[in-house]
């Protein structure tokens, strides 16, 4: 490496680099190039002999710690490293070896510290030493899922080794167009004005400069939403994700333009998903870690699944045992009697290497249930799971939309299969769950107010973002209308193509006499997802109202809702009102095929209303009427417990008990003998 002689020394000692290590430079390089020889003791005699002429000199003690590294003597290279920093504690090359120590030790957020003193330490044109310590400090920050300091970090070594054609590359598949991070944590950020002039374009500032410039213009101007960004964005390239977050968060309360602040919330996305921020992140990856004490049950186990579709093998190398896979959920869908599946969503990431297994899944109750299977089936052979929880993946933040189609053999109903999951997800239960990104708020309730809508914007645009693959014809507008955040009105008058699109105020908006049946039905389902009731009421009374016909003769659907609606509000009577009417109705128009569930709902509701002796004569008819139903004398014997009926649940609970067993239902018979405890339990 070339050094301008009346530059100041790379080594940190404020020094030109002719009055400091120039002398040993010649010297140290001999060493090396015996090292590289293969003449390891003549090597470290070498460096003995500079430390003996230069014993002031850290750069002497630094290059022997790396040659003792070289020769696998880690201790005596750190004996000599404390030497070197008792010279000269900023002396860098020091801080990048022992920073290179920790990181081959796998001990990253150590060795990336060290890796950023190096690079503060170093004289600003050591440009080879600094691009150098900044390809460590990506790295590290890519392995803790920190991509907008690593895309910095990068910059930064390019700038300062603007031929090295390897890094650039590297730069391009990380962070170029077709690179498969989100946009928000690969793109291009820059300061937004008014910007101070020691920050300007051209001025060179290091980041911690930046940092602590923007946070000295934060207090002088607190409402300045422009310098709460600057300040988030350079705290984002220094790596300090939670400073990161802080700052944005003070930024989007403060701007006014909602594109601007979404745009810096969708970067605060990104910073909830880097190592550190577990406790303030939605998304989560839960692993459990097995060494393999025998492989029989474990094959046993991966091959069942495999043989019902549960398991999609990715990668397989026998030779070297490992493979790499997915496993699917098995909701009740998967049981025997239902027969397999055809399709199901992620359970658990799988991942077999030699004597080791690893689940990892990003939805928690459904790692849950692959973990307890397969440690049911395969404890024999595996020791205890080691559980560790880390951010999840960008790809992971959408994956609990994502249905794989396994045995639905033609592409256009799969297709038409893993969008409809998609739908039901974002515009039904991701739309009320409270999350941490919105302060504990559901994006529904969020989308009402002020500075939460602001956030939602940003929330969705990174959800959307991470949504490639199988999710990648997924429409977002659809939840940024369900939300009120779609730009441009909707259209007035006339009836919209996609119902299920619209947000709760365009459903509300909706005149049902303009709907066709299956229009009106679909308005009514859409109202539940928002749980928007008095919209879903005023839609199921319009299909109450409609005359029934061949291709819809059964109302129960909408009747039960309503009954529903009025128990909620304590209404029992106009509740018994809608039921005898449904009733009545199903007779007439249906053949009464419904009238047990009408009579089941009956008999809940007078329990409801405390009538015991009225829901006792209920579910006793009901039960003469059809006496192999379990789920009507479980729920007969259910209600009766709540009514501290203990002797009439006993007799509902040991009949049902008897008929379970007679009919080998070993579901029913152990919920049975569950309700049969506690009214043995409540008759004394």
């Known amino acids: ?58 750069e002497a003690y630094g290059r022997k710690a790396q040659l003792l590294y070289q020769n696998e003597r880690a201790d005596d290279a750190e004996a000599a490293l404390q030497k070197a920093f008792e010279l000269n504690p900023k002396y860098p090359f020091g801080h990048l070896l022992k920073g290179i120590f920790r990181f081959q030790e796998g ?42 300091a690593a895309r910095a970090a990068l910059q930064i070594a390019l700038a300062s080794n603007p031929n090295e054609q390897e890094l650039r590359g590297h730069f391009d598949n990380l962070f170029g167009e077709k690179g498969r991070l989100p946009l928000s944590a690969r793109k291009e950020y820059a300061f937004r004005p008014p910007v101070p002039a020691s920050a300007a374009a051209g001025a060179r500032l290091s980041l911690s400069e930046a940092v602590r410039l923007f946070d000295e213009q934060t207090k002088a101007e607190p409402e300045s939403a422009a310098a709460w960004f600057n300040l988030g964005l350079a705290k984002a390239w220094l790596g300090d994700n939670a400073g990161a977050l802080d700052a944005l968060d003070r930024h989007v309360s403060l701007e006014a333009d909602e594109a601007k602040a979404g745009e810096a919330w969708a970067l605060g996305e990104v910073m909830r998903h880097g190592a550190g921020l577990e406790a303030q992140a939605d998304h989560l990856d839960t692993s459990a870690l097995y060494q393999m004490r025998d492989g029989r049950p474990v094959s046993a186990v991966l091959q069942e699944w495999e043989a019902a579709g549960r398991l999609i093998i990715l990668q397989s190398d026998p030779e070297q045992n490992t493979m790499q896979g997915i496993v699917l959920d098995a909701p009740p869908v998967f049981s025997a009697a239902a027969g397999p599946a055809d399709a199901a969503p992620l359970g658990a990431y799988l991942l077999v290497v030699q004597g080791l297994v690893r689940l990892m899944g990003p939805v928690r109750d459904r790692f849950d249930r692959v973990r307890a299977e397969f440690e049911q089936k395969a404890g024999a052979g595996l020791s205890p799971g080691q559980e560790r929880i880390v951010p999840a993946s960008f790809a992971d933040a959408v994956s609990e939309a994502v249905l794989f189609p396994v045995r639905i053999p033609d592409p256009a109903e799969a297709v038409r299969r893993v969008r409809v999951h998609a739908e039901q997800f974002f515009e039904g239960t991701w739309l009320q769950r409270p999350l941490k990104s919105l302060g504990g708020v559901a994006p529904l309730d969020a989308a009402g107010h002020a500075v939460l809508r602001k956030k939602l914007r940003g929330v969705v645009q990174f959800l959307e973002e991470c949504a490639f693959g199988a999710l990648a014809e997924y429409d977002f507008g659809r939840v940024r209308r369900k939300l009120g955040l779609a730009d441009g009105a909707a259209p007035a008058g006339g009836v919209p193509a996609d119902i299920s699109a619209l947000s709760a105020p365009e459903l509300a908006a909706l005149s049902a006499e303009t709907l066709s049946d299956d229009q009106l039905e679909q308005a009514w389902q859409a109202a539940q997802r928002f749980d928007a009731h008095e919209v879903g009421r005023h839609f199921a009374k319009a299909l109450t109202a409609r005359p029934a016909t061949k291709e819809r003769p059964d109302h129960y659907p909408w009747y039960s809702y309503l009954v529903q609606r009025s128990v909620a509000e304590g209404d029992f009577d106009a509740a018994l009102d809608v039921l005898n009417e449904g009733e009545k109705a199903d007779c007439e128009h249906n053949e009464g095929r419904r009238r047990n569930d009408y009579e089941l709902r009956r008999g809940q509701l007078h329990a409801r209303r405390g009538d015991a002796d009225a829901a006792h004569g209920v579910f006793d008819g009901l039960i003469q009427r059809d006496p192999d139903n379990m789920k009507t004398r479980a729920a007969a014997a259910e209600a009766m417990l709540t009514l501290k009926q203990g002797a009439r649940a006993l007799r509902f609970a040991e009949e049902g008990l008897a008929q379970a067993r007679q009919k080998n239902d070993r579901d029913s018979e152990g919920h049975l003998m569950e309700l049969a405890a506690a009214a043995k339990k409540m008759a004394g």
């Open 1 to 58: 490496m070339a050094i301008d002689l009346y530059a100041s020394c790379p080594c940190g000692s404020g020094k030109k680099f002719k009055w400091c290590c120039q002398p040993i430079h010649a010297e140290i390089e001999r060493a090396f190039q015996q090292e590289a020889q293969g003449q390891h003791e003549l090597a470290l005699r070498l460096m003995d002999e500079i430390i003996q002429g230069h014993p002031d000199n850290p």
């Open 107 to 148: 001990e990253v957020p150590g060795a990336l510290i060290l890796f950023r003193k190096a690079a503060d330490y170093y004289d600003p044109h050591a440009f080879d030493l600094i691009a150098q310590a900044h390809e460590y400090i990506a790295d590290c920050e890519l392995k803790m899922n920190r991509p907008v």
